[in-house]
């Protein structure tokens, strides 16, 4: 069983900078990869970026790619993801998930754990 707690999330401009960090429960962080999503509302769940259990391999929605980055400390059971030049259609509640694998996954059903989201809001 892993337990996710996401926090970081607030209120920015256009433009600014968030980190977002998950921190996950368990002896065996090294051996789930991590995702973030993220919904904004009346929208389905949409994948944002993937990271590996070794943290070797990263894969990126398309609409964040260059802002954005996915990183992991194992050390600290930890997956962040910074968000730079953020931009209002970021806006939306941004969930951590996880799930024992080796490679990056991006879809919300291949995730079996998930954490209870953070808000993000862009201001224009």
């Known amino acids: 069983q892993v337990q996710l707690v996401e926090s970081g999330g607030g209120l920015v401009q256009a433009g600014g900078s968030l980190r977002l960090s998950c921190a996950a429960s368990?002896?065996?962080?090294?051996?789930?990869?991590m995702g973030w999503f993220r919904q904004a509302p009346g929208k389905e769940r949409e994948f944002v970026a993937s990271?590996?259990?070794?943290?070797?391999?990263?894969y990126y929605a398309d609409s964040v790619k260059g802002r954005f980055t996915i990183s992991r400390d194992n050390a600290k059971n930890t997956v962040y993801l910074q968000m730079n030049s953020l931009k209002p259609e970021d806006t939306a509640v941004y969930y951590c998930?996880?799930?024992?694998?080796?490679?990056?996954?991006?879809?919300?059903?291949?995730?079996?754990?998930w954490g209870q989201g953070t808000q993000v809001t862009v201001s224009s």
């Open positions: 998930a996880a799930r024992r694998g080796s490679y990056y996954y991006t879809f919300p059903s291949d995730y079996d754990y």
């Open positions: 368990g002896r065996t962080f090294s051996g789930y990869a």
């Open positions: 990271i590996s259990g070794s943290g070797g391999n990263t």
